[in-house]
């Protein structure tokens, strides 16, 4: 069976660092894609980014080019998502999917759970 | 950078089909992807490759794609159908995906 599970909900402070992590099992972590999609509250998803566990080959959106880090341990089946200084505006749920292919172009058929991120001071 | 429009709300009668519309410039040049989110939960993708229903999503479900408007039809609405539903799709030009706005579908 896929899973994708995420870390828990966290609470921070503007200019603190995070890391979230988002553990599969039940397929070859290596040979999908693995998008980050942000929702704020209320609002919208938004399409953060994507990575290839396989080779490391990462794109990003443009609004979120290095504002975030996307990353990844295949010895343990593991992505990560990362800010170096959170801002209040980072306040979301993150979602983790996984790529119903091994093409990035492909809808995301498993998700995780989401973790919801609170910055505040 | 390309961006997917989709109406705010659409609202349907149960037993009634529904269409949500996505448009984007030449949207019919790309593979569009649709999902569904309940209320509190993680989205659900329900069609993909334009066409294409995953296991598990009801044939009741259909989309399509061409020239600037990808659409999805939800067929003999059924008040669990309601939900919020996005288009998505890979932009290969800029080398990163993109959703639409959202939609909220409300059965009447």
């Known amino acids: 069976e896929v899973q994708l599970v995420q870390s828990g909900a966290e609470v921070k402070k503007p200019g603190e660092s995070l890391n979230i992590s988002c553990k599969t099992s039940?397929?070859?972590?290596?040979?999908?894609?693995i998008t980050w999609v942000r929702q704020m509250p209320g609002k919208g998803l938004e399409w953060m980014g994507i990575?290839?566990?396989?080779?490391?080959?990462?794109r990003y959106s443009p609004s979120f080019q290095g504002q975030v880090t996307i990353s990844a341990d295949k010895s343990i089946s593991t992505a990560y998502l990362q800010w170096t200084s959170l801002k209040a505006s980072d306040t979301a749920i993150y979602y983790c999917?996984?790529?119903?292919?091994?093409?990035?172009?492909?809808?995301?058929?498993?998700w995780g759970q989401g973790t919801v991120v609170t910055v505040s001071s | 950078s390309y961006v997917l429009t989709q109406p705010p709300s659409v609202s349907v009668a149960p037993g009634k089909s529904a269409t949500i519309s996505c448009g984007g410039n030449?949207?019919?040049?790309?593979?569009v992807h649709w999902y569904q989110q309940q209320p509190g939960q993680a989205p659900v993708l329900v069609i993909y490759?334009?066409?294409v229903r995953p296991s598990g999503i009801p044939e009741r479900f259909s989309g399509s794609n061409s020239g600037n408007t990808a659409t999805l039809t939800i067929s003999r609405v059924e008040a669990g159908d309601e939900a919020d539903y996005y288009c998505?799709?890979?932009?290969?030009?800029?080398?990163?995906?993109?959703f639409g706005g959202g939609t909220k579908l409300t059965v009447l």
């Open positions: 999917a996984r790529s119903e292919t091994g093409d990035q172009s492909s809808g995301s058929d498993y």
């Open positions: 039940g397929y070859s972590f290596t040979r999908h894609w």
């Open positions: 990575m290839y566990p396989g080779d490391s080959d990462t």
């Open positions: 030449n949207i019919g040049s790309y593979s």
């Open positions: 490759y334009d066409t």
């Open positions: 998505q799709l890979w932009n290969s030009d800029s080398d990163h995906g993109v």
